[in-house]
Every structure is written in C-alpha cells, then in structure tokens.
Nanobody, 121 residues
Framework: VQLQASGGGLVQTGDSLRLSCAAS????????MGWFRQAPGKEREFVAS????????YYADSVKGRFTVSRDNAKNTVYLQMNSLKPEDTAVYYC???????????????WGQGTQVTVSS
C-alpha cells in the first residue's frame, strides 16, 4: 500500500489541525494504521494508531485527550485530528500501515512521506 500524508502547516498554540493520510490499493480496510512523529534531533515516536475496523485505538500519553485518530475505509483515508496544539507537538508526522493494531513502529511496513506540523508559542 502507498500512503500520502497531508494537512500539516504552521499554527499557533491552542489551534487545531487535521492530518489526512490517503492510501492506494483495495486492501486498505485490512490494515492497522498508525501515526508517528519525529522532531528535529529526536527519535521517531508513536502518536496514535487504529485497527482495521476503526473500533480500537491507541494513543501516546502525550496526546491523549487532545488527538483523535479515525478512518474512513470507503475513502481509503485515515485522519488525525489534533486539538489544543502545543509547541512540543512540532514535528514531521508520518502515517504508516501494518497488519496489526500496534504502538511499535516495527509492526508497520508501509510509510508515507511525512507532513510538517509547526506550532508556534
């Protein structure tokens, strides 16, 4: 599956953004999907993931209550709604597809190109 992330931008503290990740291929609905991020000088970290059905999700503690992951299998798209953004959310955000619901990047075989999110203070 090929993935294309979009929706990043420059916002202020407290603002919201919605990231989208469009997938190619007819088997999108069978994949668990994840969002990860990487800030400059830091390692990539898990943000959120969702199972194939959309019923089960995982979140990093740092985003729980502020971010919501969802998917529309009819549109082959997964979303990350980000509210109450903070400067520490600044990073390149990547979407990924894997065979299971997971927090571990090693379980995701396909990755999108990333979209930059910058939150100014």
């Amino acid at each position: 599956v090929q993935l294309q992330a979009s929706g990043g931008g420059l916002v202020q503290t407290g603002d919201s953004l919605r990231l989208s990740c469009a997938a190619s291929g007819r088997t999108f609905s069978s994949y668990g999907m994840g969002w990860f991020r990487q800030a400059p000088g830091k390692e990539r970290e898990f943000v959120a993931s969702i199972d194939w059905s959309g019923r089960f999700t995982y979140y990093a503690d740092s985003v729980k209550g502020r971010f919501t992951v969802s998917r529309d299998n009819a549109k082959n798209t997964v979303y990350l709604q980000m509210n109450s953004l903070k400067p520490e959310d600044t990073a390149v955000y990547y979407c990924a597809a894997g065979s299971v619901l997971s927090r571990d990047a090693r379980n995701f075989a396909s990755w999108g190109q990333g979209t930059q999110v910058t939150v100014s203070s």
